[in-house]
């Protein structure tokens, strides 16, 4: 029950987040300037500093040498999840300038600003390197190829030419150097001078409540009359909440790991949307208002679906 409080609360907080940017932006607080600031000051600075301090925080060499042998699980989950993503997408027909968006909210969670602290509610602190495990597998995903098809999303779902500067440019983003900088520090068994460190973890250290409130900003752009429970909402909140969690519940039987580690990976599969997903989509010109939309709901849904998880995973 003690967990399921904490899923509770730490969902609630989220919102709280949202509906200050929501409130602020009302009053007018921001200007259409204001909110591309937000998406650039994310993209290019605060969530690099962030994966990069995250890892070298989290991790030694061995640990993350050691945690490998569980990285299949969502590796496998994911890599189904995304064809099944875009596949429902063609099926149903999403716009092509949504394809995108609909995929990344489709198969991919919300792992650290939201699944982390849930998870640590219910694990305690011996969950942190399961959740770095599917962390790494759910940032490379949506940096390497659900970044790309969001930029794909911002030309009107017409795809650049494989091997161009503009294809370049949207998988080899800051925050997947980030990414790609911790981990061979990790190996090389290198670190960063400790006042830079500390630096990063600050810097960092905004994503999340800059995340937030540029979502509320989103939404309090949206009229609300266009928010209702179409066919592509709904397909979107099962590939999310039903989809994604039961395909790695049938996936972790056949992979000798820790039941600890099958359990995590099951209660992060579950996790809301990404909301780097909305801002993702501000920064290629795609339809971040859909994708704010889109968060808000898997967010609002899992006050309910999180603490079922829990109830579940605990019984």
Known sequence: MTAVLHSFEG???????IMTGFVLSKKGWFSDDSVSLISRLVTNVTLPTYMMSMLLVSFTRDS??????GLPIPVLSMTIGYCMGHLVARLIHVHPA?????????FLSNTIFIGLPLTLALFDES???????????????FWVLVAHDIAVDGQGGIAPPLLSMKTLKSV?????????FGVLFLLLGWTLPQPILKAFKYIGGMTTPLAMIFIGIAISKYRWADIHLDREVVLAVLGRYVFSPLLVLALVPFFPVPVLMKQVFVMLAAMPAMTN????????????????????ITTCLAIVVIPFYMWVLQG
């Open 64 to 69: 993350l040498l050691h945690l490998v042998h």
């Open 11 to 17: 969902i609630l907080t989220i919102l709280i987040i």
């Open 277 to 296: 997903t909305s801002i993702v989509a501000k920064y290629y010109g795609a339809d971040y208002q859909y994708a704010a939309m889109l968060t808000v």
């Open 127 to 141: 969950a942190v390197p399961s959740v770095m495990v599917y962390y790494m597998a759910n940032t490379t995903f």
């Open 172 to 180: 080899i983003s800051p925050p997947l150097l980030g990414f790609i």
């Open 98 to 106: 949504r394809r995108g968006i609909f995929s990344s909210v489709f």
